[in-house]
């Protein structure tokens, strides 16, 4: 299994240009999710989704979009970059099971190093 | 804001120390969980735990939770120059019974072991 795979590693962008990262998962997980790290934060959660055609907001979806078609696949639209967006970008994923939703470990992604200017 | 809280923010200590790490969050949850960050790459799972568990080891970790005191700590025993990393705490909160399912990082605990 390749696991969670994000493209692209790197990226730079002008503002105003749009783009979209890349995650894949083939561990037929339901659960898959975007965070964002910034210099000495933590992750903040973008967006997320419990299943294909299942997305929702995170802490901060500003100036993002998400679609889930399939399970394997979960992309995140810029719309418009930002310098604001400058930041590491991760992908995760999980079982996520049950009425609770009682999830297990989150698996991440290598990460995507975006900086706009 | 994060609702987990890392403290210290920074520890600095001689390979074979133990290093403990706490964490306080500020809502019910479902579980919480503790993840490393080698410099650079993606964040891995070491434990997770659940709200109503106590204690839990995993190899020369070991991890508490408080739940009346909304805490949790980390411990890494005799500590190697290959634990140098971030560790973050992240929460599965609920409301009314309900996993919201998704986690809430806090902003990390930046562990040296030197050599």
């Known amino acids: 299994n390749a696991g969670v795979t994000q493209t692209p590693k790197f990226q730079v962008l002008k503002t105003g240009q749009s783009m979209t990262l890349q995650c894949a998962q083939d561990?037929?997980?339901?659960?898959m999710s975007w965070y964002r790290q910034d210099p000495g934060m933590g992750l903040r959660l973008i967006h997320y989704?419990?299943?294909?055609?299942?997305?929702d907001q995170g802490e901060v979806p500003n100036g993002y979009n998400v679609s889930r078609s399939t399970t394997e696949d979960f992309p995140l639209r810029l719309l418009s970059a930002a310098p604001s967006q400058t930041s590491v970008y991760f992908c995760?994923?999980?079982?996520?099971?049950?009425?609770?939703?009682?999830?297990?470990?989150?698996?991440f992604g290598p990460g995507t190093r975006l900086t706009v200017l | 804001s994060q609702q987990g809280e890392e403290d210290p923010q920074a520890l600095s200590i001689q390979e074979g120390e133990n290093a403990t790490m706490n964490c306080s969050y500020k809502?019910?949850?479902?579980?919480l969980q503790w993840y490393r960050q080698n410099s650079g790459r993606g964040l891995v799972h070491l434990i997770l735990?659940?709200?109503?568990?106590r204690e839990k080891h995993s190899g020369r970790l070991r991890v508490t939770l408080d739940t009346s005191k909304k805490s949790s700590s980390l411990l890494i025993t005799a500590s190697r120059a290959a634990d140098t990393a971030s560790y973050f705490c992240?929460?599965?909160?609920?409301?009314?019974?309900?996993?919201?399912?998704?986690?809430?990082f806090g902003q990390g605990t930046i562990l040296t072991v030197h050599p």
């Open positions: 992240a929460t599965d909160l609920i409301a009314g019974g309900t996993s919201y399912g998704k986690l809430t």
């Open positions: 735990i659940r709200s109503n568990e």
């Open positions: 809502t019910s949850i479902n579980n």
């Open positions: 561990m037929n997980h339901e659960y």
């Open positions: 995760a994923s999980s079982m996520g099971q049950g009425g609770y939703r009682t999830y297990n470990e989150q698996f």
């Open positions: 989704s419990v299943g294909a055609g299942i997305t």
